[in-house]
């Protein structure tokens, strides 16, 4: 499974950004699907996961309420609405699939990732 994360941009504090992780190769609806993100000197956190009928959505504390996790299989496709932006969301982002049921918080049981979209919230 090729994973293809798009998306990112510069956006002011309060804005909005959507993200999009597009699968190719594989049975995407077997999938669970989780975004990270990694700030410079800091370890790639998760953010929120799927599970792979999309009824299962999972968020971190830090995003609760703002992010929107959803996906279309039928387009091969997880989005990730993000919204009231902070300065300190600003992050490359990626996105992982694992061949599962659900989505875990953590990077390893992932099977593959994206390449990664830059994310920048200014104050």
């Known amino acids: 499974v090729q994973l293809q994360a798009s998306g990112g941009g510069l956006v002011q504090a309060g804005g909005s950004l959507r993200l999009s992780c597009v699968a190719s190769?594989?049975?995407?609806?077997?999938?669970?699907v989780g975004w990270f993100r990694q700030a410079p000197g800091k370890e790639r956190d998760f953010v929120s996961g799927?599970?792979?009928?999309?009824?299962?959505?999972y968020y971190a504390d830090s995003v609760k309420g703002r992010f929107t996790i959803s996906r279309d299989n039928a387009k091969n496709t997880v989005f990730l609405q993000m919204s009231s932006l902070k300065p300190e969301d600003t992050a490359v982002y990626y996105c992982?699939?694992?061949?599962?049921?659900?989505?875990?918080?953590?990077?390893?049981?992932?099977?593959?990732w994206g390449q990664g979209t830059q994310v920048t919230v200014s104050s």
């Open positions: 992982a699939a694992r061949l599962s049921a659900v989505a875990v918080t953590t990077a390893r049981p992932y099977d593959y």
């Open positions: 190769g594989g049975t995407f609806s077997s999938y669970a």
């Open positions: 799927i599970s792979r009928s999309g009824s299962l959505p």
